[in-house]
């Protein structure tokens, strides 16, 4: 079967069945209140599209192309971007489950995360430079020789970042933020 372009469409309550095609491509679409889960998106590229209240979990991204998405609402719990293709990656989240997500050497600059929760996400090797975190919770989140340069976490909490295996430089924290960056030395911030 061909490989079809599908443009301005929006899709409402659908199943992970719909969006089935080797190749295809959706561009500025809209996928709104729709059970997704364990959906395959092997090979499918998404361009400019928005998924508002959609359940992801466990999606599969092998291949998949990402380029300015933007997911409102949405449960993505143990999708794995690393598999995503890394050209024109692009993707932010706002009232998110990213829970247990991977983002294994992603580069996602400028990205924005808000009101996210983000229990044992991957973040090794990612280069997160730029990127916002606005009240995240990175419990357990996993950070090791990523790029952090000028991100900013001031709002976000529960994180656990070690200074000496990952590149901080300008990145931005809140007082509140201390004991996530001195935890391996297990001392006592009081006051």
Do not use: W
């Not at 293709?85 to 829970?99: H, K, M, P, S, T």
């Amino acid at each position: 079967m061909p490989s079809e372009i599908i443009e301005d469409k929006t899709f409402t309550k659908i199943t992970a069945e719909t969006l089935s095609g080797y190749n295809n491509t959706y561009e500025n679409c809209s996928f709104r209140n729709s059970d997704l889960s364990y959906a395959d998106f092997s090979s499918i590229t998404f361009v400019n599209c928005k998924f508002q209240g959609c359940n992801l979990t466990l999606i599969r991204l092998s291949d998949t192309g990402l380029q300015d998405i933007h997911f409102k609402d949405c449960k993505l719990s143990g999708a794995d971007f690393s598999k995503s293709r890394d050209f024109l990656f692009e993707v932010n989240f706002e009232a998110c489950i990213l829970d247990n997500g991977i983002f294994y050497k992603k580069k996602n600059k400028g990205a924005k995360f808000t009101d996210c929760s983000m229990i044992e996400a991957d973040f090794t090797e990612a280069d997160l430079t730029d990127v916002v975190f606005v009240n995240c919770n990175l419990n357990r989140a996993f950070f090791s020789r990523t790029i952090l340069k000028n991100a900013d976490l001031r709002t976000s909490y529960n994180y656990t970042i070690d200074p000496d295996t990952n590149m901080l430089k300008k990145a931005r924290f809140s007082v509140h933020g201390l004991p996530g960056l001195l935890a391996k030395y297990d001392i006592r911030i009081e006051g």
